[in-house]
């Protein structure tokens, strides 16, 4: 390892539980005592003149991210309503996105909550927390294993039923916990950070919290319009809430997570990445801009800019760097510039009558330095399918539903039917958005169903879904990359 050049000495405060988290020795073995909460903030983690509660640092396996509040108040806040018990199983926004945890929740997060109180925290609720709203939750055994999808791949399930309209049926279900059926399918998805959101074009990973709005410009509701409905689904859904909470308590709710970015703030290897010309952490985010349609692959960007498959250029300034900066950069690079052959995914190559596409990752990430895409195009890449391709990803334990084409009488194998169960169309099976890219390293793991353990599965799944060829150091540029993300 290369860190030694940029890696301070001292084995105190985050540094060196950063490094114990990664794995790594500390100061010749020294376990550091502090807990992530109270790892050190100071004056460059901050706006001018805010307290050190509104940033925090987490440890993670690259590093540490920084999580922080734009507008300097708290990111732990009793007031706001984020953080109350608006329903009535004890649950909050925080339940399920933690700032120390990207703003999601991850497995590790869960099972030291599990440890912590016997699995009765609020996130440990049968409604969705559980593998079955109708799980036996009466001892603590019985709990574990419950909450099993939930404590492994901190998975949350979402129940949706068959639309009426939809175009398919469904033919069977097989379901490890006996629960799902057409009344009520169990998706089993990862909490979407509740953060970065000045970024989104499509609210939910099936855009269900996306309204068109034939009023906007865009032919779509605002992204606030979109976050306020989604605030109360949330609370009326996961907590439990048996009416709509009200106007104002919506608007608080969007003031808190509106203010909140999230990113990678400081890597093992590459030291503080908003230093010597890098533009990662979260503040550098918070400037950068952003419209509906910005960069648009189509090339509908109603700004009128051509499509730039540059999106990425945070790490520009660190192309002519040595070592582990050089290899975010050439990451970088890869992510920007290497082409490959998309074939085969629903939303792009059918819709648009394009059987194979020349493009790049940015092609579908295409939202500048945010790593989204910028329109609302809800894509499949074949994730939900019950063996992705490549074997790299893991699946297991998850309902596998067989859906029959009315018209057509074709079938289909899927965990998660997606965007169809939305608008009930058959092209839309499987089909899902491509999330904001940021802070990833916070928030393993990946994909809609967390079936990539590490970023390095999910680009392996990459490099042999679109057989890219890329060789192991370019997997690995690739990976530092985005976990500087
Ligand atoms: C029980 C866990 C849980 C609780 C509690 C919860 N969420 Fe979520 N949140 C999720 C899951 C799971 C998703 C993704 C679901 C999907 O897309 O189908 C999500 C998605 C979101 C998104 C979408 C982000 C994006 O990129 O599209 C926002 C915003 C959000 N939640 C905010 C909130 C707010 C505000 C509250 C409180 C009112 C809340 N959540 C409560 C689990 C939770
Ligand atoms: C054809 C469009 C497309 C291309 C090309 C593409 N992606 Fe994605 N990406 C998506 C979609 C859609 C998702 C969300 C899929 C899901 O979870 O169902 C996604 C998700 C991801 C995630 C997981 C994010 C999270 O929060 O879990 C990572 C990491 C990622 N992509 C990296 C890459 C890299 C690296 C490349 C280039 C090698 C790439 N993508 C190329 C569409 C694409």
Redesign the pocket.
Known sequence: MAKAHLAPSSCTTWLGMALAAAGGACGGGTRPAASPEALAVDQADLAPGASTASATWTPNAFGASLTVRADGGPLTDPSS??FQS?GTNG???????LASAGM??TPGAMQRLFARTGGTD??F?P???ATSPLADVSTVRARRQAYALLLARA??R?G?KLPDNAEFELVAVDDPYGYASAKELS?F??????A??AF?S????????TFKDPNQPTGFATIHFD?AD??????Q???QAPSP?SDAQREA??G??TQVYTAQGWDLMAGRLDAAGGQGGPWALSRQPFHFGINDTLGNDPAGDPFDPVAMTLYAGWAGARGARAAIARGQALFDSRTFDITGVGGLNDDLGIPVLRGTCTTCHDAPNAG?HSVPLPLRLGLDAPAPAGGVLDVSGLPVYLLRNLATGETVQTTDPGRALITGKWKDVGR??G??LRGLAARAPYF?NGSAATLEDAVRFYDTRFAIGLTDDEVADLVAFLAAL
């Open positions: 309503p984020f608006l649950r909050s926004c925080s339940s399920c996105h999601t929740i609020p996130v609720r409604n969705d927390g998975l949350i979402v949706i998706l998805r990862r909490p979407l950070p509740a970065n959101l989104l499509a609210v939910m990973w099936d855009g269900r919290e976050l989604q605030a109360n689904s949330a609370t859904g996961h907590a909470i709710i969007l808190f997570e989204d899902f958005k999330p904001v809609h």
